[in-house]
């Protein structure tokens, strides 16, 4: 085939793409960098030249701190998520009755809307709700708990939601590394005397590396950019900020859009960062 | 005997294990159930009797339908969702089909400027959308005096949406796994670039398409923010968005009819996933790999 014959029609077919991707994604990206620099009034729609006020701004400001130490601390839900997402499909990867059942129940909170998955939340976590008469049966706490409204826990509260809602969706990703697996595997170790634990480190594990590596790139890329949950549960009280919380903060509720890209421009640099780590890992690979 | 018995004894587990975290990732939809099928709020604070409805009727649910614009939430996401699948669809259709069969300068490059995309923190484009929108709106009423895409429209909320990286991912990899002998006959027979995609690329990969429009409609549906933004009036609310507000502000009072209001917002989304269950697993796998 000819190369030239196809170009225009191939131009043609991607020409929606790029015009909406280059209005809505990629000019954002320089927008946003130029309205780190200005002060904009959203009445008149007009940007001022600022130089690095915003920055120098944030520098200095605590709370814009805390929202990036809450953002690092948000990384823990990393790990707890992905042992558990792991051990749960392979608890699910079995053959058994019901199986469709359990892996439709672990998924619901993924499919469900986060505004009404945090309403429900918001319920659990009253000082007289679920969890309060919870742990007390269990006799781990005597008085109840305001727990979103408690500086010290509530960053924790908005996190145990966010490991909640998402667990399905790596779950679902295991499992799909796990039915990767030829099942003689598996049988050849059964029959070598290989218990279940051996069988879980030796074999599922090194199989489902991979997966293991994206799993954990994705929900790293997450829970820096956590603020969804922050919106729902908190609104940033009880020190609740995380650094995308800032930026939706600084925008829609201060209307301050410069000192909100500033912000943003911030996170993008962490991001484009972790992107640079993420390419030569899996670069290595290939 | 020993074998069985080791048999049995991890059979119990796993299920015990299943089941305990079944309970935890359903015990707010089972205690919302059991509150908003309570005609009586006495107990729905006092555990575990909670979970079990006392006086059992409908009656929270005919006050959320009432009282709270329940139906045209309800419309306004389907009609969101709607277009964005439509859209959707077609514009990763479209540009995964060159990327995927054709040979043309700025291919390679076109390719990983999309993938890029999903690198960069979206959230951080609220902002400058914003103020596209608010310009573009302005344009418009300037010109036809009819705010065809700008703040407060639907198309303000889908149109930013609509060409993203992992529809394109997606279609580009299902149009790469057929056979080039199709492509060749069609051609053969005379078919042209548009009647190839659409009259065999598209039915072939019609599983992939089916993958995509599926998560396409659970994100619409449920996307929260950038609707909560762009859109002003109550009456242009998605489930979301709308029964987010009505729900934690002016009938927080009654804890009867939040849930029963969540109760009504999840259904749509659990009818429409027993349906369509396991495109959510070969769908992820496809896109994985």
Not at chain 1, 213 to 233: D, N, R
Not at chain 2, 97 to 116: M, Q, S, T, V
Not at chain 2, 129 to 154: P, Q
Not at chain 2, 160 to 172: D, E, S, Y
């Amino acid at each position: 085939m000819k190369t030239s014959s196809y170009t225009a029609i191939a131009y043609l077919f991607l020409a929606p793409a790029l015009i909406l991707m280059g209005v809505f994604t990629f000019w954002p990206v320089g927008y946003n960098a130029y309205l780190a620099f200005n002060d904009y009034s959203i009445a008149d729609a007009t940007a001022t030249w600022n130089n690095f006020e915003h920055f120098k701004y944030l520098y200095g400001e605590d709370l814009f701190h805390q929202a990036l130490k809450n953002s690092l601390l948000f990384l823990l839900v990393v790990p707890v998520i992905q042992v558990a997402a792991l051990l749960v499909a392979k608890l699910v990867n079995n053959k058994l009755p019901g199986m469709t059942f359990f892996r439709a129940a672990f998924y619901i909170p993924v499919i469900t809307a986060i505004s009404i998955a945090g309403i429900v939340w918001l319920n659990v976590y009253k000082y007289d709700g679920i969890l309060t008469w919870f742990l007390q049966s269990l006799g781990l706490i005597e008085e109840q708990v305001n727990w979103l409204g408690e500086p010290k826990i509530a960053i924790y509260m908005v996190m145990i939601f966010t490991f909640w809602k998402g667990i399905g969706y790596y779950m679902v990703l295991y499992l799909a590394g796990l039915q990767a697996i030829p099942t003689e595997v598996e049988e050849a170790a059964v029959l070598d005397g290989a218990n279940a634990w051996q069988r879980f480190w030796k074999i599922t594990v090194p199989m489902v590396k991979p997966t293991i590596l994206l799993c954990t790139l994705l929900s790293t890329i997450a829970a820096l950019k956590a603020f969804q949950e922050v919106v729902v549960l908190t609104r940033g009280q009880a020190d609740t900020y995380t650094a995308l919380y800032y930026v939706y903060a600084q925008a829609f509720t201060n209307f301050n859009f410069g000192r909100a890209a500033a912000a943003g421009l911030v996170v993008t640099f962490f991001c484009v960062l972790l992107a640079i780590v993420q390419f030569r890992f899996f670069g290595e690979k290939k | 005997m020993s074998k069985s018995f080791t048999r049995a004894l991890e059979l119990t587990g796993q299920y015990a294990g299943l089941i305990a975290f079944t309970i935890f990732t359903t015990f707010p939809f089972i205690w919302a159930t059991s509150v908003a099928i309570s005609e009586d709020p006495s107990n729905i604070w006092l555990f575990p009797g909670a979970f079990l409805p006392t006086d059992p009727g409908l009656m929270w649910f005919k006050r959320v339908i009432t009282d709270i614009p329940f139906k045209d939430y309800l419309l306004n996401s389907t009609i969101i969702s709607f277009w964005t699948i439509i859209f959707t669809v077609i514009i990763s259709v479209m540009a995964g089909y060159p990327l995927a069969r054709l040979r043309f300068p700025g291919r390679g490059l076109i390719f990983i400027g999309i993938i890029a995309t999903m690198m960069l923190p979206s959230e951080v484009a609220i902002i400058p959308n914003f103020v596209t929108l608010k310009h573009i709106g302005d344009f418009f009423e300037a010109a036809i005096g009819y705010k065809l895409i700008g703040l407060n429209t639907f198309a303000g909320v889908y149109l930013p949406t609509v060409a993203g990286a992992f529809g394109i991912f997606l279609m580009k990899q299902a149009f790469e796994q057929i056979p080039q002998d199709l492509i060749d006959a069609a051609r053969v027979d005379g078919a042209k670039e548009l009647q190839i995609l659409w009259r065999v690329m598209v039915p072939v990969s019609a599983p992939s398409i089916a993958a995509l429009a599926i998560f396409t409609l659970v994100n619409a549906w449920n996307e929260f923010i950038w609707s909560g933004i762009v859109l002003t009036s109550r009456d242009k609310y998605p489930l979301a968005v709308g029964m987010f507000n009505d729900l934690t502000g002016p009938f927080a009072v009654s804890t009867s009819m939040v849930m029963a209001g969540i109760v009504l917002s999840v259904l749509p989304v659990l009818i429409f996933f027993a349906f369509t269950q396991r495109y959510f697993i070969s769908g992820l796998d496809g896109a994985v790999k």
